[in-house]
């Protein structure tokens, strides 16, 4: 792939500069579209910012129908900026400040995921005096999930509420009158590949719910099922058949959609409609020798795309890496890819099969558009933050200038002396 919607990418990186961040929008766009039009319609999706927070992208999304899940206050804003309701905003994460629960409040947004007890007090005390606010409580599951490197249930957790302890903590909301639970919302682990562990999670999720409704009595005006829908980078990973997956909760939605014609359901989407979209670019600087083992040192690296580290027990594991200049098939070579970090863990890419690389020549991590440079330590060795240029309808747009010394130096205080 050496264009992006006919737009070849090399005269992207000669006006954008490199290393960037890359987005099609098309791609944004069918990836929702497509599944928009598998999932069951009383399954409303929701953008979670947390996996590309970029304006623009979270605009893309905001207009073709998601709504926006935020977890801090400047992606509050974000959501608002890009068009997103309030009505159609939810605000989670475990410690948020006053400050950002009376944004979510004044903004008066659809709900706010509450996590504790205490969060559940402080809130009360905040929106004393005024109407009472829309809640929904996080539940941290007593049943554990499969298909995820990072499960959520099951375990002690700093997100959600003990289901054990749900039934104590909706005693203590009865007699906070700033406070109105309108329902529950879980989260079961990210990057899941296995369509049925999905369905397996979505039906946990929904019975669940359901539970805490019978022995509490707690009203299900929405339950949010959470996602965690993942997308295969690795070598002998496979992508999620999304077909099997929405099959599998379409049945699961169906039948709690009969049962409970007044709830309404969220599931929450980061990396999935995001991840395909991004290809971080990159230019070579340097290929050496050392060894035995031949070196593409590029201009950006780890600092930028922390992920493609791909420490994954005990191999190294790759990205998809492609040559995004001329593209000379015949003459593969066997590289390392590194950036320009002054560490040997600054790896983009090991033994990673390219055409003839040269000095001044574009390589593209591609699936990249999810949890890229938020995720990464952008400030190591004081490079900062790349660009990220978002192609729409055939027109690239700068969406994020790269940091400047300026913008770097600038927040520093030199003490006089
Ligand atoms: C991170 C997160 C998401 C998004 O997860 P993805 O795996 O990127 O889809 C959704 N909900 C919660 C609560 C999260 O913490």
């Known amino acids: 792939m050496t264009h992006v919607q006919g737009l070849p990418i090399a005269e992207l990186a000669d006006e954008f500069g490199t290393p960037f961040y890359l987005y099609d929008a098309d791609v944004l766009a069918s990836t929702y579209t497509t599944l928009r039009k598998l999932l069951h319609p009383a399954l409303e999706l929701y953008y979670s910012l947390k996996a590309n927070p970029n304006v623009s992208v979270c605009a893309e999304l905001v207009d073709l129908g998601a709504g926006a899940e935020v977890s801090s206050g400047i992606e509050l804003r974000t959501a608002a900026a890009a068009g997103a309701k309030a009505e159609h905003t939810i605000f989670l994460g475990p410690g948020k400040s006053d400050e950002e629960l009376r944004a979510c409040v004044d903004a008066g947004i659809r709900a706010i995921v509450v996590e504790s007890e205490t969060e559940l007090r402080r809130l009360d005390r905040l929106v004393a005096g005024r109407a009472p606010v829309d809640v929904l409580l996080r539940v941290n599951p007593s049943f554990s999930t499969k298909g995820s490197g990072l499960s959520m249930g099951g375990k002690p957790r700093q997100f959600g509420i003990d289901e054990e302890d749900f039934p104590a903590v909706v005693a203590v909301a009865a007699g906070l009158p700033g406070i109105r639970i309108r329902g529950v919302h879980a989260y079961l682990g990210t990057r899941i590949l296995n369509h049925a562990d999905i369905v397996h999670n979505t039906a946990g999720v929904l019975r669940m719910a359901d539970e805490l409704r019978r022995r509490c009595g ?19 990973e496979a992508d999620l058949d999304v077909e099997a997956m929405a099959t599998g909760v379409n049945e699961v939605i169906a039948e709690f959609a009969a049962a409970h014609p007044e709830t309404r359901l969220i599931m929450e989407l980061g990396r999935y409609l995001v991840a395909l979209a991004g290809t971080y ?57 590194t950036g320009p970090l002054c560490t040997p863990n600054d790896v983009l890419g090991k033994r990673v099969q390219l055409p003839g690389v040269e000095v001044g020549d574009l ?18 060795l004081s490079h900062g933050y790349p660009a990220e240029v978002l192609v729409r309808a055939g027109v690239a747009h700068l969406v994020r200038r790269r940091d400047t010394a300026e913008d770097i130096l600038d927040r520093q205080l030199l003490i006089q002396r």
């Open 281 to 337: 670019v990159v230019r070579v600087r340097d290929v050496k020798r050392s060894r035995g083992e031949t070196f593409a040192v590029a201009d950006g690296g780890t600092n930028h795309h922390m992920a493609a580290v791909g420490i994954g027990s005990f191999v190294k594991r790759n990205f998809p890496i492609r040559a995004l200049s001329s593209v000379d098939e015949s003459a593969m070579s066997t590289y390392t890819v």
């Open 363 to 380: 390589l593209g991590v591609e699936r990249s558009g999810a949890y890229g440079p938020t995720a990464s330590p952008v400030q190591f």
């Open 218 to 236: 707690i009203e299900l005006e929405t339950v949010d099922v959470g996602g965690g829908l993942g997308v295969a980078y690795f070598e002998n």
